[in-house]
């Protein structure tokens, strides 16, 4: 009778230490730290646009850029994209010099905060400038130079 | 005569209006200029849940005066509403007295190297060290509208060592 109740004991502080690093492995998990990498500020180019671009890293390791008080004019057929230049100037044949670029989307809206993806792989100290760019005229609405945040 | 003149004309009314209608499509198409009226508002919400961790909320690049200085200052919020100033890739020359100040990135006193007049600045401490990552506590209730410069500042020689424009994060 002795011997169970202690082997029950046992096996419930045992029950309690494994519930306790399940719940703590739970909350690390749900931590959901993203790292900011980089963050920079827009200056509008062809049309005025303003705002923050930031880069984060989540957890899993994927990269996502967010773009935040943004505001730029509406347009037709624009692009979020980063370039592999220091920064992107009011040049209105700014990527026909064969500037490397990564595509980052469609632009969901010419207001509010907004989140794109980035594809895995890109190398940050390479494209270091985010630009707003509508495709059908190869204009550049506005560039975010990025820095270490 | 006449006749044969008013069907000219209109015959060279519908080539005008077949060849005219495409374009004035084709144009739309292209410049969309309704869009300059038609705002397109999202609000996604950030990547992440993090809203117990403390919130930056202005941030901006020191760059070197009196001295080379280089880095980022970050004003966060914590989720208790603390604000604080954090100094991080931080390096500046070490010296003697030196300060860290919020001031106003207006203040003309502030252009030159050494200051002359008087800075118009709120005190956050004496600089802990001239190179690596550190925190200062902001007082309850600083007008970050106003004060929106971190100035490194050698208070014995009046020395700007460096300052970081401070924007909305």
Request: proline share 4%.
């Given at each position: 009778?002795?011997?169970?109740?202690?082997?029950s004991?046992?096996?419930?502080a045992?029950?309690?230490?494994?519930?306790?690093?399940?719940?703590?492995?739970?909350?690390?998990?749900?931590?959901?730290?993203?790292k900011?990498?980089?963050?920079?500020?827009?200056?509008?180019?062809?049309?005025?646009?303003?705002?923050?671009?930031?880069?984060?890293?989540?957890?899993?390791?994927?990269?996502?850029?967010?773009?935040?008080?943004?505001?730029?004019?509406?347009?037709?057929?624009?692009h979020v994209?980063?370039?592999?230049?220091?920064?992107?100037?009011?040049?209105?044949?700014?990527?026909?010099?064969?500037?490397?670029?990564?595509?980052?989307?469609?632009?969901?809206?010419?207001?509010?905060?907004?989140n794109?993806?980035?594809?895995?792989?890109?190398?940050?100290?390479?494209?270091?400038?985010?630009?707003?760019?509508?495709?059908?005229?190869?204009?550049?609405?506005?560039?975010?130079?990025l820095?270490?945040? | 005569?006449?006749?044969?003149?008013?069907?000219?004309?209109?015959?060279r009314?519908?080539?005008?209006?077949?060849?005219?209608?495409?374009?004035?499509?084709?144009?739309?198409?292209?410049?969309?200029?309704?869009?300059?009226?038609?705002?397109?508002?999202?609000?996604?919400?950030?990547?992440?849940?993090?809203?117990?961790?403390?919130?930056?909320?202005?941030?901006?690049?020191?760059?070197?005066?009196?001295?080379?200085?280089?880095?980022?200052?970050?004003?966060?919020?914590?989720?208790?509403?603390k604000?604080?100033?954090?100094?991080?890739?931080?390096?500046t020359?070490?010296?003697?007295?030196?300060?860290?100040?919020?001031?106003?990135?207006d203040?003309?006193?502030?252009?030159?190297?050494?200051?002359?007049?008087?800075?118009?600045?709120v005190?956050l401490?004496?600089?802990?060290?001239?190179?690596?990552?550190?925190?200062?506590?902001?007082?309850?209730?600083?007008?970050?509208?106003?004060?929106?410069a971190?100035?490194?500042?050698?208070?014995?020689?009046?020395?700007?060592?460096g300052?970081a424009?401070?924007?909305?994060?």
């Open positions: 009778m002795m011997l169970r109740d202690v082997k004991k046992t096996m419930l045992l029950a309690a230490l494994v519930f306790a690093f399940g719940m703590q492995v739970l909350a690390n998990a749900q931590d959901g730290k993203a900011t990498l980089e963050t920079g500020t827009f200056h509008g180019k062809v049309h005025s646009t303003s705002g923050r671009a930031t880069i984060y890293q989540e957890e899993k390791g994927n990269l996502v850029l967010r773009l935040t008080n943004f505001k730029t004019s509406n347009g037709p057929d624009v994209i980063l370039i592999a230049v220091k920064d992107a100037d009011d040049d209105a044949n700014f990527l026909k010099s064969g500037v490397e670029r990564v595509e980052l989307g469609s632009l969901k809206g010419n207001e509010g905060d907004q794109y993806a980035i594809p895995n792989g890109t190398d940050l100290s390479k494209f270091q400038t985010v630009s707003i760019y509508c495709e059908r005229f190869n204009a550049n609405f506005g560039a975010a130079p820095e270490k945040f | 005569m006449d006749s044969h003149i008013r069907s000219w004309f209109s015959r009314k519908w080539i005008l209006v077949a060849v005219g209608l495409p374009l004035l499509i084709g144009a739309w198409w292209a410049f969309r200029p309704e869009k300059l009226w038609i705002n397109q508002k999202v609000n996604e919400p950030a990547p992440f849940a993090s809203s117990t961790d403390p919130q930056p909320l202005y941030t901006g690049r020191l760059e070197g005066k009196a001295h080379q200085t280089s880095g980022r200052a970050t004003i966060y919020k914590t989720a208790h509403g604000e604080y100033l954090r100094l991080t890739d931080f390096s020359s070490n010296g003697p007295d030196v300060h860290v100040l919020l001031a106003r990135s203040d003309e006193n502030l252009k030159q190297e050494i200051v002359k007049g008087q800075v118009d600045s005190e401490g004496l600089l802990r060290g001239n190179q690596g990552d550190q925190n200062y506590d902001l007082p309850a209730s600083v007008d970050l509208q106003k004060y929106d971190a100035v490194i500042y050698c208070e014995r020689f009046h020395a700007v060592f300052i424009r401070l924007e909305q994060f």
